[in-house]
């Protein structure tokens, strides 16, 4: 395709691109609805996989000792501990130094201060490398002898593992159902243009114009239009994530939440809404024209 042409179907998508201004507006609209909240649940979905991981790294799961155990007998059990499924670390904890960690984190408490190390229990601080898998790891390790309890705190986990599965189902379906709705009012747009132009097209094909002639203005057309869509998606996509960001950050009630910042994932993010936006314009204008040119 030479210059000349290249330049007559850039003109022609956009002279076409405007010739419907409401639904124009409308294929566009719809396009950056539907990036905009697939690129909202992706995010959710990628932010909840981190936290979730980052979890992982810190989340503890304590095993107290039977209190008649040694300490000689109490650490003889690490090596148990270490090689159940999905630990990755076991750390002895003494009771003096759980009372040392007790007091540290509780400074102001004068009551707790000067307490007898024997009100405590040795134990094992145990970190795990899949958290959906903790239930299993806590019946292991409560299975070895000398483990009277385990405390973990699934609910947390099990909290964060539920959001990301939930964003990950709503996410897919939501691409899909709205990759769909987008191509369909794309295509009925430029089935208008095609349709305002049908006696033209018919004087091109009676002159001997080949179908990829007649179908390349109205593919930039689609192009044109899913790009408009992708940009402003972005925009707006950056917009709202830096707002959200920045009030979870100023939030005391959400400081458990670390959001990755937008600097970290727009390139991933700009070359998936401009791809998305592309196949979506341009998927609809070959659904479109495909019709008329099997006349």
Known sequence: MGRHNFRYFFHEGLTNMFSHGFMTFAAIGV????????????LVAVNANALLKELEQQNEILAYVDETYTEDQAQALQSQIQAAT??????YISKEQ???DFEAQYPQESLFQDLDPTIFRDRFAIHISDLAQ???TVQAVEKIPGIVKVNAYEEISN???TVRNVATVVCVTLIVVLFLVSVFIISNTIKLTTFDRREEIAIMRMVGAN??????????????????????AFGLQWALYSAVSKGIANSDSLQLFHVIEFQQLWEPVA???????IVIGVGGSLSAIRKFLQV
């Open 31 to 42: 396009t950056v609805a539907c990036l905009l909240i697939m690129g909202t649940f992706t």
């Open 159 to 161: 909290g964060f593992i």
């Open 98 to 100: 759980a009372m040392k």
């Open 271 to 277: 070359a998936t809404f401009l791809g998305a936006g």
């Open 134 to 136: 903790t239930e299993a």
């Open 86 to 91: 999905n630990v990755t670390s076991a750390t």
């Open 211 to 232: 179908n990829g002639f007649i179908r390349w203005p109205f593919v930039y057309e689609g192009f044109l239009l899913g790009l408009t869509g992708s940009v402003i």
